[in-house]
């Protein structure tokens, strides 16, 4: 295999944080080596492998003249300021929209200080859109990013249970062993949705000992902007910020030459033709280096042929840092001579950088379009209407004008407060005539029309109409028509999607690659389960994509795609087999392989198992029925012996009881009997004591009649005495 793909690039951002501040930087990424073979090397080819492997990741800056360096550093920094020269007014708009995109406020002085200044989000929604759309589709939900194709016949299904295995091994080391990559993939869309282009690049990293693949944003990304691509382009450099600390650990580890370079600057960018410091104003130790990595070619030996070699050095001096090869022997092109010995004609050099476009630019240039530069003029155009609008409501609600000086008030600003009336010196006639307010309009209702159209027109090359943010449609619109007009609309994301499906399926091809020499084979076999390794990657059988679907970018289209596949399947056109997974997927149900077991490693259902000989059947079956036949036997006696131990337990059980019910009957009679006599002798004492109390009162009432009757027969003898009395004292009076 090849030496290739090797990686002497550096300058991995550290996760999380912007590429304009202290990036977590490897500069010597080791190369692609040949792979230990099979068969034992001999001693010279073994020298010689080393002597390539230490040819890659040696500084090539070390011991070279100082003035050939300083050449080598001058032509590199002429070449850098020529490419972002021409790259000048694609940075300077992708400023103007980054700062329209994200509703950056700014004061305004005309047509007054504080004039209305509104940001109409048109570049916002427009991107947001396109984000929220395009990340689900290229991330599924259950995270299997990466499928393989295969190239040829596969009879026994060994290359489809192959192409399984680095499906989802590759998905695993994507979205897990990187742990930033999808955290760059959302951060990639939404942003080239409003710049045009950003960069993956993708190498193995020997400071954490795996492949990696990193963001590297556009305006880090310098290349000439009339080249074809970046594989043919003979020039192009990333811009990496270093601190003084970072650059003092990479001098001792030998990656950098110690160079004297002064103290640091910090990165600048020119905008208007004007040099400007764009951040670190304050200069103390956090203030980084510019520090910039060109692949470019360089006679490096003084045969009158340029070589493929990164070149590192300082932006404002120019010194070099370092200089590594970025081709290997195979890299090396040889053709025969008209003597017939070889004689080398050319080098391949070795690409790390995928570029993720937007929109191509029509003018043919290298540097694609966002929705900042199809919808900057626009969006520009609705904001000074909006402005417009707002000002002249603004002049027409708080009146000026001129006053006379020959009006007797006190000049300077005069502010009402509600229901507030001020005393002037003045007649009413000269306030009328010595007080001119100046002429205003309400807001005018063609600029509000203007407004609307230009606000349309944006949505319609945005496409972010109405129905596409989640608005209903009208009460009375069809299904069919608006499923057509959301299909229409998604035309340009449709295309959009394509042409990052693209680039994508590129980044993967960079880590398959890779992949076949640092690949861990015990990482493999944690995520699988099997005992396999980097061979498998060693084949030309296998074609690694996305499992996204650029025409399809909705979940709902994809299970529609699916459910139309299940028609078919039914009216026995398409085989269940290969149908049944689509239809899975497209759900995107987890863990879907395990419902249909050797689907995904065969494609074809999971064999029958393969049906005994009968007499082997009929002699197991009769082993069994003597075999169940004793058990049975033995079983009933075990119930037997149980039964009768049961029995006798039941009797004993029995008498036990009845002993135990005739003791208890006993007491129950016994306190019944007590219960008796007490009741008899309280219904005795009972009857006793109302017999006295019956007779206590009948004596009551005899002594009370007694008593009654000697006061009648007293009273009686009284008044016999008194009328014998009477008769006395009137025979006397007679007398």
């Known amino acids: 295999m090849a030496t290739t793909g090797m990686n002497m690039m550096g300058g991995a951002q550290s996760p999380g944080t912007s590429p304009m501040g202290d990036a977590q930087f490897q500069p010597a990424q080791v190369p692609l080596t040949p792979p230990e073979p099979e068969q034992e090397e001999s ?91 395009a990340y689900p589709a290229l991330v599924p939900s259950d995270k299997k990013v990466v499928k393989t194709r295969i190239w040829g016949k596969d009879p026994s299904g060994e290359k489809r249970k192959k192409a399984a295995r680095i499906g989802t091994y590759m998905s695993w080391q994507v979205t897990y062993d990187m742990p930033w990559w ?37 305006d880090n990304f310098i290349i000439d902007k009339w080249a074809r691509s970046i594989e043919t382009c003979e020039r192009y450099s990333e811009i990496h910020l270093m601190t003084k600390i970072k650059m003092k650990e990479l001098v001792q580890r030998g990656y ?61 001096s120019g010194k070099v ?40 630019n ?34 027409n609600n708080l009146n000026a004008g001129f006053i006379a000086k020959g009006l007797r008030l006190n000049m300077g600003d005069k502010t009402w407060a509600p229901n507030e009336w001020k005393a002037v010196n003045a007649t009413g006639d000269d306030l009328r005539k010595l007080i001119v307010p100046l002429p205003t309009k309400e807001p005018s209702p063609v600029l509000f029309q203007l407004l609307g159209m230009l606000i349309q027109a944006g949505k319609e090359l945005a496409s972010v109409a109405e129905i596409f943010t989640g608005k209903m449609p009208g009460q009375n619109t069809p299904a069919t028509t608006t499923q057509a007009t959301i299909e229409q609309g998604m035309k340009v994301f449709t295309a959009i999607y394509k042409r990052i499906y693209r680039s994508l399926d590129e980044e993967f091809k960079k880590i398959f690659y890779l992949n076949q020499y640092y690949l861990d084979p015990e990482t493999y076999v944690n995520v699988l389960d099997e005992p396999i390794g980097p061979e498998d990657f060693d084949d030309d059988d296998y074609d690694v994509c996305p499992t996204a679907d650029p025409t399809a970018t909705t979940q709902a ?24 997974p689509r239809v899975l997927e497209a759900q995107e149900q987890p863990n879907w392989q395990e419902l249909v077991p050797g ?36 079983a009933n006696e075990e119930r037997k012996s149980a039964m009768d131990q049961r029995s006798e337990e039941f009797k004993l059980q029995m008498k036990a009881q009845d002993h135990a019910e005739d003791r208890q009957h006993k007491q129950v009679m016994n306190q019944l009997e007590a219960q008796g006599k007490a009741r008899l002798n309280e219904v005795f004492t009972a009857e006793a004591i109302q017999k006295t109390l019956t007779n206590a009162a009948q004596g009551e009432q005899k002594l009370r009649q007694g008593e009654e009757q000697h006061k009648q027969k007293l009273q009686q003898t009284k008044e016999v005495a008194k009328s014998k009395s009477q008769n006395s004292k009137t025979g006397k009076k007679a007398k």
């Open 557 to 580: 289209e994809k299970l529609e795609k699916a459910m139309a596949l299940l028609d078919l399947m039914k009216m026995g056109l398409l085989p269940p087999e290969k149908v049944v």
């Open 182 to 218: 999808e955290e760059d993939m959302d951060r990639m869309l939404i942003m080239n949705a409003v710049s045009g282009q950003n960069y993956k690049k993708t190498y193995y990293d020997p400071s954490c000992e795996k492949v990696v693949s990193h963001l590297v944003y556009g």
């Open 321 to 360: 840092l370092r200089i590594q090869a970025r081709f290997d022997s195979e890299g090396i092109k040889t053709a025969k001579d008209k003597k017939g010995n070889d004689i080398i004609v050319g080098y391949k050099a070795k690409c790390y950088y995928t570029k993720f476009g937007f929109i191509p």
């Open 599 to 634: 689907l995904v490693e065969t494609g074809q259902p999971a064999p029958p198992e393969p049906k005994p000989d009968p007499k082997l059947i009929a002699q197991q079956q009769l082993a069994a029925a003597k075999q169940q036949e004793s058990q049975q036997k033995m």
């Open 43 to 133: 001693e010279e080819e073994k020298l010689e492998r080393e002597q390539e492997v230490s040819f890659l990741k040696k500084n090539l800056a070390e011991g070279k003249d100082q003035e050939r360096l300083n050449s080598i550093g001058t032509e590199a920094k002429e070449g850098f300021d020529a490419d972002k020269q021409s790259m000048q007014t694609w940075l300077n708009e992708n400023v103007t929209w980054s700062k329209l995109a994200r509703q950056i406020k700014e004061e305004k002085t005309f047509p007054w200080p504080g004039a209305s200044n509104i940001k109409y989000p048109l570049i916002s929604t427009a991107a947001l859109q396109f984000s929220a759309r």
């Open 362 to 395: 029509p003018d043919g240039s290298f540097l694609d379009m966002g929705f900042g530069h199809l919808l900057g003029p626009i969006n520009e155009a609705v904001n000074t209407n909006i402005n417009q609008l707002t000002d002249a409501g603004t002049t």
């Open 256 to 316: 950098f030459l110690d160079v004297d370079l002064g103290e640091p600057v910090g990165r600048t960018e020119e905008q208007e033709g004007e040099e400007r410091q764009d951040q670190h104003v304050n200069n103390d130790f956090t203030t980084p280096y510019e520090i910039i990595e060109q692949h470019t070619w360089v006679d490096l030996d003084d045969d009158d042929r340029r070589e493929p070699y990164i070149v590192w050095f300082e932006r404002n």
